[in-house]
């Protein structure tokens, strides 16, 4: 047993002596190379150390790029192995000094053993240092790529652009924007601005700009769109591949593609624009109305010209130190003016007069300004080329003499459209259209080719265009070059006499309107006169006999508002007389009867005047298609005489009548009678004084039922005929019914409402809602007018109203109601007032609920919201009447006006309402609000206050950031 154990403990003892022998002997072989493993690390990391240094030199060379991120790593354990490879050689170098030591051996053993492993890092690290992913790449493309403009923000006429289409950005629904307008109005700064907006930033992950130009071609667009991303396209890449390399990089992106000066359509799929479902955005600014259209812009933005304020403060900015001069302050202002509130003509013109230090320099440069474009200024012929290239790229002639044809009227002041279709037809413009309806659908075609390149703007009253200076300029100076279209326009220059009589000579058109003429040649040989405008020359009181001996080629001769008391025995010479207005010429009694000679005449205009009665050779006039007078002085018999029915061919007859005048019942019997034989009417503007007539008329003249026939029917006794309502519209509106001093309903009404696209209700009795009338009768109603119906209480009453009522109303205003209790009376079907963009209330006494019934709900298309002297309201949504209020309550609402409400405490039950439209709000004398609804996150687009500073001094806070925010909105009175 003893001797078992001592064999077994011998056999332990064995293999621990083998053990220790085996690891004194890897120590001792460690220790035997110790200098090889030192120098096979240092060569290791010499190899090491020159890939680095090439690396980091190929760095150096592609300072443009960025190194990617395994190069980074990579350089970095190469640092930190650098660092433990020095530390290993001072060891090293330390054991060496040592070296006879051999007590050293064991920590010289552990040392070759460290240099070891890590010349095996080394030879790993070095491996890697192949860089598979490449060494650099391209960058990837700054968020936002900042160009250097000038800032607008002190700018509210420019600035205004960029803040209506960030208000569009916020909207989900809108993909795509258009900002349309002349040359020289902004657009590109804009566009710049847009750019660099701090907000768009945040917005989006990537802001893309870039300029189209005229000379584009989709490869040019991808080429800067690849470069604006950064991205390779290997070898010749064909058309596809690029366009989904595109697609595939923007497809993951929120971006924001600012698309500037886009000359021609094209179809973003085919750059490689993606339809992401991730808010992107595409904005795009071109001259062109139409091309945002075929672009398929959602919503469009028209880039106006600077007011005055901002002309005037961008001159300034540019001139610099000359505007210092006080005397020269005068003329810079009307320098300015000259400029038409162009900003690419404000920078052409201040360039040429920030070198004038004096102010006779700057006299002198006025007198060459308004010269221009007749003489040369430097610089200034650029603005000349891009305005005549859009007058030269019009297709057609007849879009071009339109064109030359507004120039006659002085810059910035309206010009009535349908005037200006009559003249244009007049002249022979139109393609020699017979029918009138006709000639103003192709006048309306062609007016609208000339707005959308600019040539034209629609005035504030929508009814009206307009022609800047600098187009009217040009305009002149196109038209003095062309033989057959020279004008001669002097208007508003207050002359006192006409011009030498060679420039009437030369002239195939002449404009002295607006003047204080008191005379006119004896004669003058205008052979090639074709438009004779004289009107409103209040001091011309008489023409020369042989005034128009020579004017046999004249079409168009307008002399309304003149003192004329009668016209020249030379009148029958104007035997290509197309269009002659006599209008509020009140001096003048009578028609000559030579007037039988203008066999061509196709509108004459004889409201307003003195005259008594309409001579019979007028029924001779067989080319007559425009007939406008008035009742007010004609005798108290028949004053017609069956001349009205004898003109065959009248397709447009207005007839005024002086409500101040009381004409015999059997007489307004007869005049209707008369009208309602003609054939061809396609137009009429009548009052009627009784319901009777009216049906006299509508039961004689199955006409008036026609799709195409138009009418303005004033039924009653009213004090003006003018259907006001109109003045919102783009173009008149067809078929108008106004109806006055009546009461009760009656069926002939009722009738005549289902055609009628406008009504006005005026002074009615005994009458409690529209409804009275039949809902169902008042489908087609686009305008409404309620004015001093005492009786009404309900504008619509449920109770008798359709499924749907007022789908297409667009308008509603309701003045002097004593009575009304509601809008709406009753559940509101789905669809109701569907189409409705502004609500007008105004003394309104009784009215407590503006939105009852959840009525609210069906106002998604509301823009404008007026509320003024209503004394009962107390709030604008009442929340007990609308329990489930959507926050996205009238999206599109971006006016709303308070006037006169004393007891008014809320707009809105809370603040939880998003108003994501709303831009100005303007309130007055509405003592008991105290708070409005708005918080840091809702009403983003508000940019105008109007209030009193009393009144705003008394509002209850609970965010002083939110005061301040929309105390910067503020304009108090």
Known sequence: MVEAAASAIAVEAYKDGRSIFGYISKKVEFADDFKFNFEKMTDQAKMLYARRDDVEAEINKNKMKRVTKECEAWIYRVKVAEQEVLKLESKYKKEIMHAWRYARLWSRANLSKHMAKKREELRVLLEEGKLDNGVVADRSPEHVRVIDTCGIEDKPSLNWAVEEILGNLRERKIKRIGLWGMVGTGKTTVMQNLNNNKEVKKMFDIVIWISVSKAWSIEKVQDAITQRLKLRLEGQANAVETVQLISNELGGMRYLLLLDEV??????????????????????????????????????????????????????????????????????????????????????????????????????????????????????????????????????????????????????????????????????????????????????????????????????????????????????????????????????????????????????????????????????????????????????????????????????????????????????????????????????????????????????????????????????????RCLRMSLSNFGAGNPMSKVISSISSLEELMIDVDPNTLWSDQVMRTITEEVSTLTRLTSLTFSFPKVECLEIFIRSSPLWKDLRFTFQFSVGICNSVKHHILDYFEYQLCKCLKYANDEGTNPVISEVLTETEVFELIDHKNILSLSDFGTENLSKLRACSVEGCKDIICIIDANVAPPCAFEWLERMVINNAPGLHCIWNGPVPVGSLGQMTSLTLYNCPKLKKIFSNGLIEQLSELKHLSVEECHEIEEIIIETENPCLDPRTLPNLKKLVVHDLPKLRSIAPNDLLIWPSLERLDIASCPSLLKLPFTRINAINLRSIDAEQSWWSTLVWQDDAVKDKLRSFCSFT
């Open 263 to 624: 000359w021609d359509p094209f179809d973003l799929h085919e750059i490689g624009i993606p339809n992401n479902d991730n808010d992107s955005k595409v904005v795009f600014a071109s001259r062109f109305r139409d091309l945002c259209y075929d672009m398929d812009a959602d919503e469009l933005v028209n880039m106006k010209r600077l007011s005055d304020a901002d002309a005037y403060k961008m001159f300034e900015e540019k001139v610099g130190r000359n505007m210092k001069n006080p005397s020269i302050i005068p003329v810079a202002q009307l320098v300015v003016r000259e400029c038409a509130g162009l900003p690419l003509l404000i920078d052409k013109v201040a360039r040429v007069f920030r070198k004038k230090d004096n102010i006779h320099l700057w006299r002198d440069g006025l007198k060459s300004l308004q010269r221009w474009p007749s003489i040369k200024i430097q610089g200034m012929d650029e603005v000349l080329e891009f305005l005549k290239f859009c007058y030269e790229d019009l297709d057609g002639e007849d879009k071009k003499v339109c064109f030359l044809y507004g120039a006659l009227f002085p810059e910035d002041r309206d010009i009535f459209v349908d005037y200006l279709m009559e003249c244009w037809k007049a002249e022979g413009f139109l393609d020699s259209i017979d029918e009138f309806r006709d000639a103003r659908d192709r006048g309306h075609n062609i007016l609208h080719d000339l707005i959308n390149v600019s040539l034209l703007e629609r005035s504030a009253v929508k009814t009206h265009v307009r022609m800047n200076k600098v187009l009217r300029n040009m305009a002149l100076k196109i038209s003095s070059g062309v033989s057959d279209h020279k004008i001669l326009a002097r208007p508003c220059e207050g002359l006192k006499k006409p011009p030498k009589e060679e420039e009437w000579t030369s002239a195939s058109r002449i404009s002295l309107m607006d003047n204080d003429l008191c005379s006119l040649p004896a004669t003058s040989n205008c052979t090639n006169l074709s438009t004779l405008l004289l009107q409103r020359n209040k001091n011309l009181m008489m023409i020369q006999e042989s005034f128009f001996l020579s004017m046999q080629r004249l079409r168009v001769l307008d002399l309304h508002a003149t003192a004329i008391t009668s016209l020249p025995p030379s009148l029958p010479c104007l035997t290509h007389l197309r269009a002659l207005y006599l209008n509020s010429c009140e001096g003048l009694i009578e028609l000559p009867s030579s007037i039988e000679a203008l066999v061509h005449l196709e509108v004459l205009d004889i409201r307003r005047t003195g005259i008594i009665s309409l001579p019979i050779q007028v029924g001779s006039l067989t080319q007559m």
